[in-house]
């Protein structure tokens, strides 16, 4: 293909980066339109989509005065097939999609009411956001060429800024009880932060981090500061920052705020922290009413500690599930005397991290996640055994690995009871003998944790309703009529958590946040009495009675991590609860959002079809270069439909008085799909006199992108392969210079009719490890081949006077992945290539070899081989930023590397290098960059290098 412009380029590697195709299930799709909104979905899901539907409309106008947005036939894509759910608007493609079961654990607020009512507000803000592009200003400027860049240039704002937002929406729907702006678990991570020693920059507070926890810190720094920004301007200041990092993304946040606010950031932050620090002394000091109860905290000297569910195995180890900056995450055996971690087993989990050890100590179950084969971004969750004794893990259910979708497992007697996805709820089902039978279908309450007492044949569920998560009592053979009735513990400020039993089943712990704080509480059936036992700062949760009731295990909020802690029965708080405050709460209210006449109209279903509007181009991107014998002028097209099924892109040019055209299109409507190529492109073609001809290169190609993804639990493995069918012809063009040669007659004499020939690229990854603080991957394999060979012969080489017909070369690379095990995060890669292309040239070998100074003995070569070593290390993590010049540096690593080639006529040549390298970025745009010392042992030179290595 010719070199396209600079802008041009850039632009269609962002398109394809972020419209890659989705491999979705053959399902059959509709849609229902509402005034705003195209709610695209799939069949059993209809009233999950009239849901949908009545809830965006009514917070439209909500998060429209909040943003000045506007939104007209913005498609909403709903699917059900991936139980890792996530939510999210995308400014390319423009559109949401939100994945409908719901997300497991503690990350949002219950008193949000369902999945829906949680996500789909959120999402909103960002949609209006994204929509709301000033026609005064670059976003104004790039709009009329490509509307959807023009969008994204809001994220020249730090990320922080805009997840705050909606955060701050979210929990202002209803005050004091809806979003994480009022979730404990959420609030007081950034209130251990802040009362710890490594307070957050400015920088950190509103930019994500993926190497220092808490990853999803934007959410938590963003809405404090932004909620405090609109309390103290108004309700528009984000709205308008926000508009003005769109005019002029060169400037960032900093320039913004000043602009807007009139107050340097450096100032307002200042501000922002004296009122946070105030407010946080304040909490405590009601806190402090009562003695302080958090116990011995176990520190594992650990990095960047997050653990959770601790059970005690015996008198004196834990079974937790932890994950590590440095370590792999699985569960592990925590010794409370000598504070370390022991693994047993490494593997992933569901972000509940429910796990129950079997009675006798022998095994304990878990769910997690195993990846669709074929699917994208698709994980189904399943319950498995771990056997303690033999060390080996069995899988509980159908023999399927993506037919169960059950998590949250708990021996119930001879069975084993767990949690099965159905749509954004679920429903109870226990699994014996590798059959699933259904035990309860709760209608519209949503299971969220449970636990049995054996002794006593006594089951604890927690649920949540329409907002209000409780706790009922039941025993077993009574559990289909445990709904019928309220909870027997429900807090009217509160939320419920992490039932636990003690051996013989007359105390049960639970965590409750309705103080502000999330503590452990005893709950005891024949008093009907409940305790508060823990008092912390900042949340102590996720309790375990030891067997002789005498300790407890709870784990803790401390700084930025989550750790566990030993409390002595003689240490328990012992407060009583009153019982007004968690006796008998209703739950048959209403959903917040269903008293508006909206609520209760029925939207046209209709089935989704893939319109010929998709044909129109998301972008137009305009090229120009300039050329020795002629400029080009033309211009990039690319497009996609919502579901991402159909995707193209096409370049139109003129250069040499003749049109050219290089057209793809993709398509993943069924598994593997296919993607066709056509072009015609200009080829330059020297003969006798220094006189040059253009050729026409016509060719049509036809390939099929094969992805297997065979492992995805903290290892990766899988396979890419993509064989390609190639026709091609060469015409005669245009003569660039004039002379005695007559290149029409030639050139269609010479390079006559048609040449075939294949191809196939492929990729192997085998158990490819990368964890948080890794640089590269630390362990692993990876295996890479090319092949590119004609098939008849190829009428060009003609034009060369050469005997050889026919083209064949092709690359295979190996590479492998070594950890230090001295040094945390160090790595080393070995790595090897081959090239062959015994006959004509296949591949640019000053490509491959590519410093300049070694790569001349090499060209044209046949044969290469290279081996190469790269070592990193760290040196720092700052995930810290400016907000007045919106510069961002990630970490700061080092490089030892070595490069050595050797061709068929034995030329030799070893590069040895060292180099530093940052990841950094402008705004949200993250670049890995560096520069390296490197010697030629070759002939003995230095230099300097920049760019990879």
Sequence with gaps: MIRIGFIALFCLISFLQVS??????????????????????????????????????????????LTGGSLHNFPVVLNAYNDRSNGYVTPYNFRMEVEIPSIKGKVLNPRSGGWLENVLPHELIHAQHFSVVPQFGLGGLIYPFWPDAARSLHFSAPVGLHEGLAVHYESEILKHESGRGNFPFFTNQINSVFSGSGRWSFGQLLNSADQVRPFDRHYQGGYDFVHWVQETHGEKASRDIIDFVNRWPIFGFGVAYWYQMGQWPGSAYRDYQLEKLENERNRQAEIRDLPLVEGMRLDTKATGEALHRPQWLDDKNLLVYGQFYDFKAGFFALNTQTKTLKRLLTTNTVEDYKTDIKPDKTAFLFAGYDVHPILDNTFIANVYEFNLVTKTVQKLGSSSKTKDRVYSPIYVDDDVWAFQTKGTSNQLVSIKNNEIKLVLNPDNYMLVDMDYAEQTGIIALVANVNGTQGLWISKKEEINEVFERNPDIAFSSGSVFDPSWNEDGTRLLFTADYTGTANTYEYQPETGKVHQLTNSLFNAFE??????????????????????????KSDFLQVEVDSSLWKHQQTNKKRYWQSTAESHKLFEKKPHYTQVSWLRPRAVLPIYETGTYGDKIG?????TDVLQRHTYTAEFSHQYEQAWYDITYRYSGFYPGFEVSVYKDPYLFPFNNNEVAVLAEQALTFGIPLSIHLENNINYSGLYIKPILKWMRFSFAHPITTGS???ESLI???????????????SFYLKLLQRARDLQPSEGFILNTQLDMDVVDNTLYNLYNTNEKKRLGFIVGAYGFLSNPLFRNHSLRLGSQYLYQPKIPTYNTLDFVWDAGASMPFENSKQILELSTRYTFPF????????????????????????????????SNTL?????????????????????YIYNTSNGTYGIWSGDF
């Design 635 to 639: 211009a990039i097209l690319v497009g």
């Design 741 to 743: 040669t007559n290149f």
């Design 20 to 65: 890659a195709q989705l491999y979705r299930p053959s399902l059959n799709w509709f849609e229902l339109k509402t005034e705003h909104f195209r709610i695209i979905f799939h069949d059993g899901n209809d009233s999950l989509a009239q849901v949908s539907a009545q809830l965006l409309e009514h917070h439209y106008s909500q998060t429209q005065s």
């Design 876 to 907: 720092l993590y700052p995930e810290d930023g400016g907000v007045l010049i919106p510069w961002y540096l990630q970490n700061v690593y080092g490089v030892l590397f070595t490069r050595t080639h050797i061709n068929e006529i034995k030329n």
């Design 912 to 932: 040895l290098g060292v180099g530093l390298r940052y990841t950094s970025g402008f705004g949200n745009i993250r670049l890995d960059l560096g520069i390296s």
């Design 543 to 568: 309790a375990d009675y030891a067997d002789n009731d005498s300790l407890i295990a709870v784990i803790v909020q401390h700084d930025n991590e989550q750790q566990v802690s030993v409390v002595q």
């Design 748 to 762: 269609n004499n010479l390079a006559k009719g048609d040449n075939w020939s294949v191809g196939m690229s492929s």
